[in-house]
């Protein structure tokens, strides 16, 4: 008897989820706990039970509080949030890569074409005009950097001047090589 009291006198107990209910229909010593009828028995299973000994003239009676948990917590919708953002800005983030790579790799196939036409470019540059528009959308929206994203749009359009130098369709200015 002792031993059972020096364990309830500690201040709170977390309940193990393998307890589905909390018998303390008591021997001879304890009187049993009266629930009010809202009271679920399956409230121990979630949360803590904090059990306190208060003296009495009669003898010792134990009160035991049943607190649910408490609710979800900030840190879990963040991480929901985040996983969601994620998600999100690694499909901006694809989608940039890909219109990029579509452009290089037709500036590349234009640059290596000997019989290549001025004409040939407007295809190009309406790759160009879909990847700038993915660019600042991402940019826009947060997933990339302003800076990153003018970049790379000034990659493109670093590339695209060295395909059109390359064939002779533009000769730069001597003023600005100086």
């Keep these: 008897m002792a031993a059972s009291m020096q364990c309830l006198s500690s201040s709170c107990w977390p309940i193990s989820l393998k307890f589905q209910s909390l018998s303390l229909s008591s021997p001879s010593a304890f009187k049993p706990l009266g629930f009010s009828s809202n009271t679920s028995t399956n409230v121990f299973s979630t949360g803590f039970v904090s059990i306190r000994p208060v003296e009495r003239q009669l003898g010792q009676l134990i009160v035991c509080e049943a607190a649910t ?9 963040r991480a929901r949030q985040n996983e969601k953002r994620r998600v999100y800005h690694k499909a901006k983030k694809s989608e940039v890569r890909t219109r990029m790579k579509k452009v290089l790799e037709s500036l590349e196939v234009l640059r290596k074409k000997t019989d290549a036409q001025a004409e040939e470019v407007i295809t190009v540059e309406k790759l160009i005009a879909e990847a700038y528009s993915a660019i600042d959308k991402a940019v826009k929206v947060g997933t990339l950097h ?3 994203g003018a970049r790379r749009k000034s990659r493109l359009a670093r590339r695209k001047k060295a395909v059109e130098i390359h064939h002779g369709w533009y000769t730069p200015s001597p003023e600005l090589t100086a």
Excluded: L, Y
């Design 146 to 148: 302003r800076n990153t």
């Design 69 to 77: 948990t408490k609710k979800p917590d900030s840190a879990a919708k």
